[in-house]
């Protein structure tokens, strides 16, 4: 696979949108409050320069768990990942995981089991564990630092900070807004920032992928169920 092959993998669900998510402050951070609730939503994921992606999130309870599935899709791509997880008073602690992609038919798959994941969830977690923050002013200084495991278990250090609230009109209506900035402690020229929505955490409502002050990508919901 060459190096424009790889970015277009990138640009799957597998990095593009999953690889800045952070789960772990370092400091310790108030008890969230906010109670997970299903819901399945669909993304239209913009990025320059490559056709759109269709994304589809899921979070489910089965049996006492959680699971978060993430899915997507763009002309010649393919790519996936499922976490399991448990909501403890010490905050989101995941069983398994796994993802995949596929590019040209080629492509990988990846796990992590209970014994990889003992200190550090997995990033599909961290989402739901960054937002339940969020939502709930886990953050109490201008820059709090978080790390996560990416898909292939390595741990990661993001920096992240709350920016209010705001009002985002998209395809699937009109929304409050939570707004909440990430960025690499080594790459600040490169930043997200995530709109969640305030009453179910883990639900995007968009996300904006910039570099050197410049919008690369978009993230916007386009529908979206709730039980």
Request: glycine letters at 8%; aromatic letters at 8%.
């Amino acid at each position: 696979m060459n190096r424009s092959s790889r970015a277009l993998a990138r640009l799957t669900l597998s990095v593009l949108l999953l690889a800045w998510l952070p789960v772990k402050a370092v400091a310790a951070a108030p008890q969230p409050d906010a109670q997970l609730q299903p819901f399945s939503a669909s993304y239209r994921l913009e990025v320059r320069g490559w056709p759109n992606a269709t994304i589809e999130h899921q979070l489910t309870r089965e049996s006492g768990h959680w699971q978060s599935r993430m899915q997507a899709a763009i002309a010649v791509a393919r790519g996936n990942e499922r976490s399991r997880f448990i909501v403890t008073p010490e905050g989101v602690h995941s069983v398994n995981y796994a993802s995949g992609y596929s590019l040209f038919g080629v492509g990988g798959n990846y796990r992590l089991g209970s014994s990889e994941l003992a200190e550090l969830p997995d990033r599909q977690a961290a989402l739901i564990e960054l937002s339940r923050r969020a939502l709930n002013g886990g953050c109490e200084s201008d820059r709090c630092r978080l790390v996560y495991q990416d898909h292939r278990g390595r741990e990661e250090t993001l920096d992240y900070r709350l920016l209010g609230t705001d009002v985002v009109k998209l395809p699937a209506g009109e929304f409050q807004a939570l707004k909440v900035e990430v960025s690499e402690p080594d790459t600040p020229e490169r930043r997200m920032v995530f709109h969640f929505h305030p009453e179910y955490p883990g639900l995007l409502l968009a996300v904006d992928y910039q570099r050197d002050g410049e919008r690369r990508s978009r993230l916007t919901l386009t529908s979206l169920r709730t039980d």
